[in-house]
């Protein structure tokens, strides 16, 4: 196991145990919070499945079986990140499956879909089915991949199966491993695949490249990192999403916008609280809620993304998004780099960072703050992934779905610091902030990953299907 340093762990007496059973375990007193609502429950676990919802204090208990008691404590399902860069194969010196997984499960996360621009990219059936292998071997958590469009691949898109990638990953602007999609042509054949979404980043490349142009022109280059949500701009962002979205109503496909970042975006999408009935769908993640552009001064190219960390307004226009229904999903794009590599000068430094240890106590502190609320987070990381993308017994605290559940102490503050940071790259842009609430336990398919600041050891890792 991994110990998570000063992550403050359970006392004794928080979690009192009976004789423990290989497959049915029962979490008593919890706070329920699932489907809109927060109340007291006993939740049965046996095998991999939700075996019983009880009103507190009484599910049913044989010998041999494990009693969690859970009083002061939130029960959520597990969160499914739809938006990670697990860095693996090929970029293994930042990240990989094993590594971020595990953080990943210290975060209460139980099921991810990585991106396809790893080393080489996962463009091909072929390569998509390595990775499946590796995360059945390594992985702590489920997993599903996504397989990437270029300008040449159709056939292999059209080869895909509905019912195991969550969504062909389009590239409408450079990002790490450049995968633009520029011929439109392509674009448009693209679109009109239906049986699979295409979930898209967003961001015009020749504007970007003439702000690129026009800032070295001026600074040459010693750019300060602020600079970067102004070459990487709003219009830049917009006329890309708006782009897509026009593509997408023509050719029919459902079409999912990632990491959405301005205010302007925002009005690209309809309010509504079920996803699946959308043709147009929105993501924010973490980093875009939490942060805004006075980080730079401080944090500089630790807070480098693809797309930018914008104002202080538009961070307010997204949380508005997401409790109006516009934005559908709260995700991650956790992407590692090293500290070697983001201590670069800023034209050099590559843009990402990781977060997937951390998304849910940060939108759990925007709770605290009252910008959001407990039932809203849990819509917007676990029923509504499930939802958009037709995930199979997941996502929900339901009798027969699949046990992917975590316990979250909303009341035990710690701070990250280098020695409770499980990422491989040892570095977060949230070293030394406090959070009031920590995971105290992650459970995957029924089984412990994660308990009382530590890795259990145990993995019961199962790929993700999709009903389509």
């Known amino acids: 196991s991994v110990s998570s340093g000063s992550r ?3 006392s004794p007496d928080r979690l009192i145990m009976q004789q423990t059973a290989e497959n049915k375990t029962i979490i008593t007193n919890a706070m329920l919070i699932n489907e809109e609502s927060m109340r007291k429950a006993d939740v049965m676990i046996a095998g991999d499945r939700i075996a019983g919802i009880f009103p507190p204090g009484t599910a049913p208990s044989a010998t041999g079986t494990r009693i969690i008691e859970a009083s002061g404590l939130w029960l959520l399902p597990g969160i ?3 938006h990670v860069h697990f860095r693996e194969p090929g970029l293994t010196h930042k990240a990989d499956i094993a590594s971020e997984s595990a953080a990943a499960a210290a975060g209460g996360v139980t099921s991810f879909m990585e991106m396809p621009n790893t ?5 091909t059936i072929e390569e998509w089915e ?4 590796l995360a059945a071997e390594r992985s702590v958590i489920n997993y599903a991949f996504y397989i990437g ?3 040449s691949n159709i056939e292999e898109l059209l080869r895909a199966d509905p019912e195991r990638v969550p969504a062909f990953k389009l590239f409408m602007g450079a990002s790490t491993g450049n995968m633009l999609v520029s011929d439109q042509t392509t674009l448009e054949a693209i679109f009109r695949l239906k049986k699979i979404p295409v979930a898209c980043h967003c961001e ?5 490249k003439a702000n690129i142009a026009a800032y070295r022109e001026e600074y040459g280059e010693a750019i300060d990192p602020s600079f970067h949500p102004l070459i990487r701009s709003r219009e830049a962002a917009y006329a890309s999403s708006s782009t897509a979205v026009a593509l997408a109503r023509k050719g029919g496909a459902k079409l999912h916008l990632l ?4 205010a302007e975006e925002t009005q690209l999408l309809t309010a509504g609280d079920n996803p699946a009935a959308k043709q147009i769908t929105g993501e924010a993640c973490v980093h875009h809620l939490w942060f805004d552009d006075r980080a730079y001064a401080d944090k500089g190219n630790l807070v480098k993304w693809n797309p930018p960390v914008r104002s202080a307004s538009d961070r307010t226009a997204l949380l508005k998004a997401v409790r109006d229904g516009r934005i559908d999903i709260i995700a991650t794009d956790h992407a590692p780099h090293t500290l070697g590599e983001k201590s670069a000068p800023y034209f050099s430094a590559p843009s990402g960072g990781p977060t997937v240890q951390h998304s849910l106590v940060i939108m759990l502190e925007l709770c605290h703050r009252g910008e959001l609320t407990p039932e809203l987070v849990v819509r917007k990381m676990c029923h509504n992934p499930a939802l958009l993308f037709g995930i199979t017994d997941r996502g929900f605290i339901r009798e027969g779905l699949k046990a992917d559940l975590v316990l979250v102490d909303p009341a035990a503050p710690w701070t990250v610091n280098k020695e409770n940071i499980m990422y491989k790259c040892g570095w977060s842009p949230l070293e030394g902030t406090t959070f009031r609430s920590s995971v105290v336990t992650t459970f995957v398919n029924g089984v412990p990953v994660f308990e009382e600041g530590r890795l259990t050891g145990r993995r019961t890792p199962e790929i993700l299907l999709f009903k389509r």
């Open 8 to 10: 403050p762990g359970q």
């Open 80 to 82: 499914i990140d739809d």
């Open 119 to 123: 080393v080489p990219q996962t463009v």
């Open 130 to 133: 390595k990775k499946n292998s």
């Open 149 to 151: 469009a270029t300008d």
């Open 204 to 208: 015009d490349e020749k504007i970007i």
């Open 259 to 262: 990491h959405l970042s301005t």
